[in-house]
Nanobody
Framework: QVQLVESGGGSVQAGGSLRLSCTSS????????MGWFRQGPETEREGVAV????????YYQDAVKGRFTISRDNAKKTVYLQMNSLKPEDTAMYYC???????????????????WGQGTQVTVSS
């Protein structure tokens, strides 16, 4: 069983930055795609940013393009999400996911992923 542990969440004012980390129990390159999803108090879990092996292709939700950057450090078994220019609407629980199953959905489809972390809260105040 793959374990994913998130860290780096917190409270910031609008315009601020945070960097989330997701450390895996296995090397990230063995997991295919790995990325970040978020769920607000009244919204469904949605894909934010995903990085897939085989060229390190990245995918972003339109709302975060140009503000968020996903990256990884294979040696540290860690994937990062650098979040800049944060907005109140970015407030959510952020989850790390890995192990895309290729069920027919896109890389930002939550149903594609087998392994999940416990989440880290991000709160952005105006």
């Amino acid at each position: 069983q793959v374990q994913l542990v998130e860290s780096g969440g917190g409270s910031v004012q609008a315009g601020g930055s945070l960097r989330l980390s997701c450390t895996s129990s296995v090397y990230t390159y063995t997991l295919g795609c790995m990325g970040w999803f978020r769920q607000g108090p009244e919204t469904e879990r949605e894909g934010v940013a995903v990085l897939c092996t085989g060229g390190d292709t990245t995918y972003y939700q339109d709302a975060v393009k140009g503000r968020f950057t996903i990256s990884r450090d294979n040696a540290k078994k860690t994937v990062y999400l650098q979040m800049n220019s944060l907005k109140p609407e970015d407030t959510a629980m952020y989850y790390c996911a890995a192990g895309r199953r290729l069920l027919g959905g896109g890389p930002l489809d939550r149903d594609e992923y087998k392994f999940w972390g416990q989440g880290t809260q991000v709160t952005v105040s105006s």
